[in-house]
């Protein structure tokens, strides 16, 4: 009976969430003492609670906000996907369009998407478009790569026993390449979601007249550094979230290839 208790005991597991929340409320102590102690002023670093107050007190304008900044989020990160997904299986399946595409793909990547945002600005003017287009080249290469790493590592005796067994190449893609691919691409969506996040903020300060990124414009133009850091903290708070999802659907999606 004790050994039963015992063993209880011990599978008991703290939950990930409350860890992070430990440390967030630590990080805001420390953050908090200090702007006290060392008598900080609010126009060099306001303290947490002023920032969650301004944010309180402006709960719609923040709102808004947040919502373009993921309507920005969610169609740049599927678009980056829908190109990168089919054309990196290509690649790696076709070693001939690899040798001819490949080092313009990785020509496209080495541009500074920065550079770029003017002439976006020109041709789409300023809202979803031109923002969304540079999240999505934020997105694409690193799952292109993923998806090519992915074929690429799967065992050649794979493709000999299907053959041999008579699978067509929709029974091979089904069967094989996609399962054993998944992984690398669960990998690449959680990596990509963080590029997302920060690259729609930032194409918001030039090429959006709304969003988080134009918000924290704001801040600056007004010289108000606790509206630079609300929006920086929901910036960050909107990057957990969905990081989180993005794990809980990875979890979700290999339990069901695995199990």
Known sequence: MVMAESSKLVRWKIPDWLITFFWLLMVAAVWSAAVR?????????????????????RPGYFLDAT????????????AGVAAAVPMGLALAKMPWLERSLYPFVVFLQTMPLIAITPALVIWFGYGLVPSSIL??????????????AGIRSIPAPLYF??????????QTFRYIDWPMTLPHLMSAFRICLALATTTAVVSEFIAANE???????????????VQVIAV??????????????????EQRIMRKYRG
């Open 161 to 170: 026993v299907a053959r041999t067994m008579g699978a067509n190449f929709l």
């Open 211 to 225: 969003g988080l990124g134009f918000a924290a414009l704001r801040g600056v133009r007004n010289r108000d550094p």
């Open 135 to 148: 999240v999505g080249f934020s997105v694409f290469f690193p799952v292109l790569v993923n998806a090519f």
């Open 67 to 78: 919502v373009s900044t993921l309507q920005v989020i969610a169609v740049g990160f599927s």
């Open 232 to 249: 920086v903290l929901i910036a960050a708070v909107v990057g957990v979230l969905l990081n989180g999802l993005s794990l809980l659907l």
């Open 37 to 57: 102690l060392l008598e900080i002023p609010d126009y060099i670093l306001p303290s947490p609670e002023n920032v969650v107050g301004w944010i309180s007190s």
